[in-house]
């Protein structure tokens, strides 16, 4: 399996080997939909909260005697019977939705998840990203060039979620350059997951030699 290598102003590089093991990976939509779904609850803050009967203002007193009334008896206006009472069953910030899950399914959701972008047509290799200083210039002229590769068109035009960046280690300049691009993402490669990779159309992945070494080790 082989790739075209980029680079930043979208002129080809020549070729790239890839890995059977990170891009040729069958898809597992069972697998994936397990993985990103404990993902997903792990990130849940779980901050909605109703209070009990307990929590509630008030109802000290008894509303009125048990007898001789002809009402039905009450205890309390806390009660979860009475509007302004306690709510019975309802969210409390308390509940944990955190799950574990293995080391090994999490890796191999990843290679699926890249060979299923790589059968798409929606990775892109880079060959170096740099810039001289933080400008958004830059990074606007570098969206522009690899917008004109052949299966990336629409990636200024995609308003959310279009583009993650890959690179092998943290590169300040990069980060802070498409900063104030609210559809694209930087992220060192040793940190992509498969949630990651399905909420953005395009993976632009920088510097190939060293970040598919970190992907190989990730994934075996």
Known sequence: MEATIYSQKGES???????ESVFGVKWNADLVHQVVSVMQGNERQGSAHTKDRG???GGGKKPWQQKGTGRARHGSIRSPLWVGGGVTHGPRKEKNYK??????MKSKALAVVLSKKMKDGEVGFI???????PKTKEAL???KSLSSIAGFERTLLKKKNSLLIALPKRNAAVEKSFGNFGNVMVEETRNLNPMELLNYKHLFI???EN???VLEKRVN
């Not at 590089?13 to 890995?19: H, M, Q, S, T, V």
């Not at 799950?99 to 090994?104: L, T, V």
Request: aromatic share 4%; charged share 30%; proline share 9%.
């Open 127 to 133: 060959d170096n990203l740099t810039f001289s200083a």
């Open 55 to 57: 929590e509630v203002r």
């Open 99 to 104: 799950r574990d899950i293995p080391k090994s």
């Open 211 to 213: 970040s598919i070494s």
């Open 141 to 143: 002229a570098v969206m």
């Open 206 to 208: 920088v510097d190939p």
């Open 13 to 19: 590089k020549g070729k790239l080997k890839l890995p």
